[in-house]
């Protein structure tokens, strides 16, 4: 090998022995990496919304209830309290607290003077506190938005297993309303205790209402299988052979259609004999598609859950909840504490004994249950009440002919047998009567008020009252006489009118003028409350009288 040869050589294998070294961390530059930066800090969670009753709610402080106790403690996120837009806002770090996505955001509503900060105000009526029982509204986890008595109604489905999308479609379906509505009423008409409207803000504050008085909340599965059952709805007993009852019956259904149907089962006894159904099923209603009789054929609709919703013989609607508590000893007992109730079903206004002889000391079994319902009535309600007594005499099958019949011309002087009686005024033996201006289908009208007898068949003394009018309207098809202007009438939730109708086409013999009532449209009018027995209880008492 030629010298300059091996000195090439020998130079290439020192380089490539020096680069190895530097690899292996040797000798040459050995300069760390630089480290990456740490990720930045995630960034605080804010959760917004509006807390709302029938209005927004000032002075409510809503919280993230991180130990799940119902209270806002020290330390949990929270709001500062509600200005009168209901709005509210907190904000917390989510490396900080631990669980927040999994807690409910709720907001205590609470009662007190009016002036107190800390009591609740609802913007529709702020000169009083928004309730008169403390109680909580909730929204479920994982995100801000509007906290209401709605809201509160799909946490009680999650809380029942529901996911939250599944209790929300039940809710809307349970309550009639758009689910958007769950979260967002305050753009429905405007509260009016004179006027009820059926909106998701009515359903609200049939919800405030219960959590108020601490009815349980219970999301139904609205598309769930059902079974039968019976509810006592009402029940009059003197003897085997002299009884009234009339239950509501459950009809079963399998899965897959919404809510159940109910048929209102009356049967009864007069003097022994079985009292037909004719005697037994007396009123009709106007319904959208006109008037409708109600006979255990009509099927009644409703929801299911608490609260619930109802049509009543396709004509009235209502919404209400159902108080549930359970009942043992003695029947009789029952019969006794319940006298005493307005919202008595049992024997009310009327001698208690032989219904309590007959029940002797008879027990209820376990599962029996009495029933506490309190609704409010919704839309219009025109009904007739009993068929058999209301029609006007043939003569005067129709409206105008009824007018005809009652000219004021012809009441100067005037009695029960030239004026039409309407309802009763100040009193239950002050009568409200009217006579007729002229016999258009408008007009005037002329008030009386007169004297009844104590069995409200005689009327006297009859004095000139105020003017007002009558018109004749259609109503869902069916020609109904109003009236306006007349005096007040507290002792009834009703006003009266009159109504056409034929009930065979093309039968001019079957044509019939009613006395009807219209529910008057107040919320005072419209609220109300019963007392009845769940399928244990009433089939146990039933089968003890043997009815």
């Given at each position: 090998m030629k010298p300059r040869t091996r000195s090439l050589l020998i130079h290439a294998f020192?380089?490539?022995?020096?680069?190895?070294?530097?690899?292996?961390?040797?000798?040459?530059?050995?300069?760390?990496?630089?480290?990456?930066?740490?990720?930045p800090p995630p960034a605080p969670i804010t959760l917004s919304g509006e807390v709302a009753r029938i209005g927004t709610l000032r002075n409510v402080v809503v919280c993230l209830d991180l130990n799940a106790n119902d209270a806002c403690d020290a330390g949990e996120p929270a709001s500062a309290a509600t200005g009168a837009d209901g709005r509210y806002s907190l904000s917390y770090d989510p490396a900080?607290?631990?669980?927040?996505?999994?807690?409910?955001?709720?907001?205590?509503?609470?009662t007190g003077d009016p002036a107190?900060?800390?009591?609740?105000?609802?913007?529709?009526?702020?000169?009083?506190?928004?309730?008169?029982?403390?109680?909580?509204?909730?929204?479920?986890?994982?995100?801000?938005?509007?906290?209401?008595?709605?809201?509160?109604l799909v946490q009680?489905?999650?809380?029942?297993?529901?996911?939250?999308?599944?209790?929300?479609?039940?809710v809307a379906l349970q309550l009639a309303i758009d689910a958007a509505k769950i979260d967002a009423y305050q753009d429905d008409p405007a509260w009016d205790d004179a006027q009820v409207h059926d909106t998701a803000r009515t359903a609200a504050g049939v919800v405030s209402g219960m959590l108020r008085t601490g009815v349980p909340l219970e999301v139904g599965d609205q598309q769930a299988a059902a079974a039968a059952s019976s509810t006592l709805r009402?029940?009059?007993?003197?003897?085997?052979?002299?009884?009234?009852?009339?239950?509501?019956?459950?009809?079963?259904?399998?899965?897959?259609?919404?809510?159940?149907?109910?048929?209102?089962?009356?049967?009864?006894?007069?003097?022994?004999?079985?009292?037909a159904d004719e005697a037994l099923y007396g009123t009709a209603y106007l319904t959208p598609n006109g008037w409708t009789y109600c006979t255990r054929n009509v099927l009644l609709r409703s929801t299911v859950g608490n609260p619930s919703r109802s049509v009543y013989c396709d004509g009235e609607t209502s919404l209400g909840s159902i108080r549930a508590s359970s009942v043992s000893g003695a029947m009789a007992d029952l019969v006794d504490r319940w006298q005493a109730l307005p919202s008595n079903t049992i024997n009310a206004?009327?001698?208690?004994?032989?219904?309590?002889?007959?029940?002797?000391?008879?027990?209820?079994?376990?599962?029996?249950?009495e029933l506490v319902r309190s609704s409010v009535v919704l839309g219009q309600t025109i009904l007739i009440d009993t068929l058999a007594n209301r029609a006007q005499p043939q003569s005067r099958n129709t409206l105008e002919a009824l007018i005809s019949h009652y000219p004021s011309s012809g009441a100067a002087a005037p009695t029960g047998a030239n004026t039409l009686s309407l309802a009763v005024t100040t009193g239950l033996l002050k009568n409200l009567r009217v006579s007729f201006g002229s016999?258009?289908?408008?007009?005037?009208?002329?008030?009386?008020?007169?004297?009844?007898?104590?069995?409200?068949?005689?009327?006297?003394?009859?004095?000139?009252?105020?003017?007002?009018?009558?018109?004749?309207?259609?109503?869902?098809?069916?020609?109904?006489?109003?009236?306006?202007?007349?005096?007040p009438t507290p002792f009834i939730n009703y006003h009266v009118v009159y109504t056409e109708i034929r009930w065979v086409a093309g039968d001019p013999k079957s044509q019939w003028v009613y006395r009807a009532h219209e529910t008057k449209p107040g919320l005072s009018a419209r609220q109300g409350a019963s007392h009845r027995l769940n399928d244990a209880a009433w089939t146990a008492m039933k089968t003890r009288l043997g009815i």
């Open positions: 020192a380089a490539t022995a020096a680069l190895s070294l530097a690899a292996c961390g040797g000798d040459g530059d050995d300069s760390p990496a630089p480290t990456p930066p740490p990720p900080a607290v631990s669980g927040a996505a999994s807690a409910q955001l709720i907001a205590p509503v609470k107190a900060p800390t009591t609740a105000i609802d913007s529709y009526n702020p000169a009083v506190a928004a309730t008169s029982a403390d109680y909580l509204m909730r929204r479920p986890a994982g995100s801000g938005g509007a906290i209401n008595p709605l809201t509160t009680a489905g999650v809380a029942a297993g529901m996911t939250q999308a599944t209790a929300r479609a039940n009402q029940l009059r007993y003197s003897a085997p052979g002299d009884y009234y009852a009339r239950s509501l019956d459950q009809q079963a259904k399998a899965a897959g259609s919404a809510g159940v149907q109910l048929v209102e089962n009356r049967s009864g006894k007069s003097g022994g004999q079985v009292n206004g009327v001698s208690t004994a032989g219904l309590k002889g007959a029940l002797g000391a008879t027990v209820f079994p376990a599962g029996a249950e016999n258009a289908p408008q007009g005037v009208a002329q008030y009386y008020e007169c004297d009844l007898n104590a069995e409200q068949t005689v009327v006297s003394n009859c004095v000139r009252s105020t003017t007002g009018a009558y018109s004749i309207e259609t109503v869902h098809g069916a020609r109904v006489l109003r009236f306006t202007g007349q005096p």
